[in-house]
């Protein structure tokens, strides 16, 4: 059995940070690919960033490009989303998920290829 856990959501002024953690506990035998998603009120839910299997290589939503930041720390079983300069229309639930399957490609963040995900950690963003 998997875990994820997320934490470190909050509200917060436009132009202010906040860091998600998300902590993968369980049976893990290799390196998963790693994402981070949300769910704004009303909309459907999107890919914001992901980590692929061995951290080289990271994606980054064009609506997060340049303010987000998506890393790992291996020993941890942890992966952080650094959010900076954050808007109101960043408000929503964000969830971490898990690619223990192997299925994700690098620079791709289709919902479908986690099989494992958090309860989520909602940020909400005051204009």
């Known amino acids: 059995q998997v875990h994820l856990v997320e934490s470190g959501g909050g509200s917060v002024q436009t132009g202010e940070s906040l860091r998600l953690s998300c902590v993968v506990s369980?049976?893990?035998?290799?390196?998963?690919?790693m994402g981070w998603f949300r769910r704004p009120p009303g909309k459907e839910p999107e890919g914001v960033a992901g980590i692929y299997r061995y951290g080289i290589t990271t994606y980054y939503a064009d609506s997060v490009s340049g303010r987000f930041n998506i890393s790992q720390d291996n020993a941890e079983n942890t992966v952080y989303l650094q959010m900076n300069s954050l808007r109101p229309d960043d408000t929503a639930m964000y969830y971490c998920?898990?690619?223990?399957?192997?299925?994700?490609?690098?620079?791709?963040?289709?919902?479908?290829?986690?099989?494992?995900w958090g309860q989520g950690t909602q940020v909400t963003v005051a204009s």
């Open positions: 998920a898990a690619d223990l399957a192997n299925l994700v490609k690098p620079g791709t963040l289709y919902p479908y290829d986690f099989g494992y």
């Open positions: 369980g049976s893990i035998y290799n390196r998963p690919s």
